[in-house]
T-cell receptor, first 114, second 112 residues
């Protein structure tokens, strides 16, 4: 298996622009997670899905952030409008089931908002 | 409010010696703990875990110790190898929500 796939790997955008991050989980995994990594807060869980349904989005920082999972093999995290403080590395992870199994992480998307 | 704390941002160890990475937590609802290892430009990968009903789990050169009364866990790597140089994240699972809470990471550098 190719593992969790994320695109793009790097994104540089200007403040106010819309940013869309993409994730393809491992086939057969039922749970998908979006994390943000910063120096100050480490890895923060933003939102997770179970069987394509959003279960907990309490980690989403603001209404500017939204996430969708239209099917079992694809998810997006959108930031609109983006701000410089959104600059971070965003990871997608998947697992066989929520909370029970280890999570497999993608390589991350490094987002820079200028 | 960090529920999982890794107070040492970095650690340097000589090759062949023991590396000890520490993690403290505050939430007594945590019932499962994991360590992840992260190389630059890659996502974290699972390393080792321990249930709250145990106090030790060993896998090759890696051993995790859990002290529930002190709300402290540690990862021991013996002997340390240059390839162990990475960022190590401690994570804890909330038994109520099943969410994993990660620490801020410790960068380990093993010197050859």
């Amino acid at each position: 298996d190719a593992g969790v796939i994320q695109s793009p790997r790097h994104e540089v955008t200007e403040m106010g622009q819309e940013v869309t991050l993409r994730c393809k989980p491992i086939s057969g995994h039922n749970s998908l997670f979006w994390y943000r990594q910063t120096m100050m807060r480490g890895l923060e869980l933003l939102i997770y899905f179970n069987n394509n349904v959003p279960i907990d989005d309490s980690g989403m920082p603001e209404d500017r952030f939204s996430a969708k999972m239209p099917n079992a093999s694809f998810s997006t995290l959108k930031i609109q409008p983006s701000e410089p403080r959104d600059s971070a590395v965003y990871f997608c992870a998947s697992s066989l089931g929520h909370g029970v199994y280890e999570q497999y992480f993608g390589p991350g998307t490094r987002l820079t908002v200028t | 409010d960090q529920q999982v704390k890794q107070n040492s941002p970095s650690l340097s160890v000589q090759e062949g010696r023991i590396s000890i990475l520490n993690c403290d937590y505050t939430n007594s609802m945590f019932d499962y703990f994991l360590w992840y290892k992260k190389y630059p430009a890659e996502g974290p990968t699972f390393l080792i875990s321990i249930s709250s009903i145990k106090d030790k789990n060993e896998d090759g050169r890696f051993t995790v110790f859990l002290n529930k009364s002190a709300k402290h866990l540690s990862l021991h790597i013996v002997p340390s190898q240059p390839g162990d140089s990475a960022v190590y994240f401690c994570a804890a699972r909330d038994s109520g929500t099943y969410k994993y809470i990660f620490g801020t990471g410790t960068r380990l550098k093993v010197l050859a």
